[in-house]
Nanobody, 118 residues
Framework: HVQLVESGGGSVQAGGSLRLSCATT??????MAWFRQAPGKEREAVAG??????IDSDSLKGRFTTSLDNAKNTVYLQMNNLNPDDTAMYYC????????????????WGQGTQVTVS
């Protein structure tokens, strides 16, 4: 049974940082990614893990970085220098079914964790 459980979201002031976690069970050695979705907007990829290597979104200019701790079966998203445009629900996804890593074509999704920047 595959489960992805995100945590670490919350409210933060502009310029602050947050680290999100995605604890996984029942899955390993697959493509994973972090997405976010703000109200009225499409789901957007912010970082990925492809063949064990982290990939960051060019549009975020290095503010967001992802990492994988295999021992803990957990993926992290470190977010720095946050601004109000980063306010969104953040999702962890696993097992890419088609297309590039930054497409929302994943079989498994977490429930999401809210990030609010003011």
């Amino acid at each position: 049974h595959v489960q992805l459980v995100e945590s670490g979201g919350g409210s933060v002031q502009a310029g602050g940082s947050l680290r999100l976690s995605c604890a996984t069970t029942g899955i390993s050695d697959v493509c994973m990614a972090w997405f976010r979705q703000a109200p009225g907007k499409e789901r957007e990829a912010v970082a990925g893990i492809v063949r064990g290597r982290p990939i960051d979104s060019d549009s975020l200019k290095g503010r967001f970085t992802t990492s994988l701790d295999n021992a803990k079966n957990t993926v992290y998203l470190q977010m720095n220098n946050l601004n109000p445009d980063d306010t969104a629900m953040y999702y962890c996804a696993a097992f890419l079914t088609s297309g590039a890593w930054d497409r929302p074509e994943y079989r498994y999704w977490g429930q999401g964790t809210q990030v609010t920047v003011s």
